[in-house]
């Protein structure tokens, strides 16, 4: 029998909702039934367009007054891949020993887990009426693309008058032990496709050809060759990587008609999305050829400098871990980046050296010990 307000069956009953993005996949319906009986009203909203399908999503709140005091996640999964691969059945919840495996168990269904146990502990415990509100902003489509959940839900939000005051968003953040770090910022991500068009020939011949491929690779030096920047306080520098070369050929004897290359550039608050698009332009200009440059930014990079909710959050981790945790900005976008614009926000969350893979995994232990850490920020929070 498991004691009371503890994650891992929550976790469990979470990970066998099968919710590939953008399935629902019976997750939501869970968190709605669990957080109705802790007097939550819960407010469901599907948003669709974009060229995408539709997704569920769910604002959960408790209380009326101010401040607001916000959890952020989503229930999508990425797809399981190989299915034969895995240990056990990914939705299955199945616990191996001493830790619970399956699709979502640290992204982030786990934390989602960690956090309502946590309202549930706190609210249990506590006396007397809430100096505020708590809120859970769970949306359905993180894992994709990411434009009808978290985005579209903070626009619906503001227009019914909802004011989030904090936000703690709910992703992996731990690297090395649980909670060594709280990520304060982003990078930003701009992805770029390089196409140059040349004169199809005989390798024979190349005075009757312009060989593409030749002025790509001359466009592609200094990107490579040249640093962005060096980081600053909160960032690591930023980094243009080349991700494929494709011209397409499929003989040696043909100087190709066309050359194309992919790269994406993960880049800190140093730039803006179109600096790092001018830095990119200017180099290229440098060979002095035509070329034709399709820009896609996946997020701005931002920062949330050190204040009250990183503190919060800080001291939450020592009271309940013994050690001091790191201010850190590492790892790829999140929607995080879309809360900043909103309230302050910073992420705390399992170890993510299993996410996205076969037999992703959580420690039983991990599951109580950031429960703890919740509902610790939870009650400091609401004592001030």
Excluded at 47 to 72: I, K, Q
Excluded at 94 to 106: E, L, M, P, S, T
Excluded at 231 to 245: E, V
Excluded at 336 to 348: G, H, M, N, S, T
């Amino acid at each position: 029998m498991s004691e009371p307000f503890d994650p891992v069956a929550l976790t469990q009953a979470l990970i066998r909702c099968p919710s590939v993005t953008p399935i629902e996949g019976g997750a939501l319906d869970l968190l709605e039934q669990r957080l109705g009986v802790l007097g939550f009203r819960c407010l469901r909203q599907t948003f669709t367009g974009d060229g995408s399908p539709p997704v569920e999503n769910l604002y959960a709140r408790f209380g009326t007054g101010a401040p607001n005091f916000c959890y952020a996640g989503h229930t999508d999964v990425v797809p399981v891949g190989d299915e034969s691969a895995w240990s056990v059945n990914p939705f299955a919840g199945a616990i191996d020993g001493d830790r619970v495996i399956g699709r979502g168990a640290v992204d982030m269904k786990g934390s989602i887990a960690a956090f309502v146990s946590a309202c549930e502990g706190f609210l249990t415990q506590r006396q007397g009426d809430l100096p505020g509100s708590i809120s859970l902003l769970i949306t359905g489509d993180e894992e994709d693309l990411a434009v009808n959940g978290t985005i579209k839900m903070l626009a619906w939000l503001k227009e019914q008058g909802e004011t989030l005051d904090f936000c703690l968003v709910g992703e992996p953040t731990s690297n090395d032990r649980l909670a060594d770090m709280v990520k304060i910022g982003r990078r930003g991500s701009l992805n770029g496709v390089l196409t140059v068009q040349g004169i199809q020939g005989h390798t024979a011949y190349p005075q009757l050809a312009d060989n593409p491929a030749h002025h790509l690779v001359r466009q592609l030096a200094p990107l490579v060759d040249e640093a962005l920047d060096d980081g600053n306080a909160f960032f690591p520098p930023s980094s243009l990587q080349i991700t494929s070369i494709d011209i397409g050929n499929p003989v040696s004897n043909l100087i190709p008609g066309q050359a194309t290359a992919r790269f994406n550039v993960r880049f800190n608050s140093e730039y803006t999305s179109q600096e790092v698009e001018d830095w990119v332009r200017s180099r290229l200009d440098r060979a002095g050829v035509p070329y034709y440059l399709a820009i896609r930014v996946s997020g701005e990079s931002f920062l949330c400098p050190p204040g009250p909710l990183s503190d919060l959050l800080s001291d939450a981790i020592e009271r309940v871990m013994g050690y001091q945790t790191e201010l850190g900005t590492t790892g790829g976008t999140s929607d995080a980046r879309f809360i900043k614009d909103y309230c302050p926000v910073a992420e705390l969350g399992l170890l993510n050296a299993t996410a996205h893979k076969v037999d992703e995994q959580v420690p039983l232990a991990h599951l109580k010990k950031l429960r703890d850490i919740y509902q610790s920020v939870l009650a400091t929070f609401f004592e001030k």
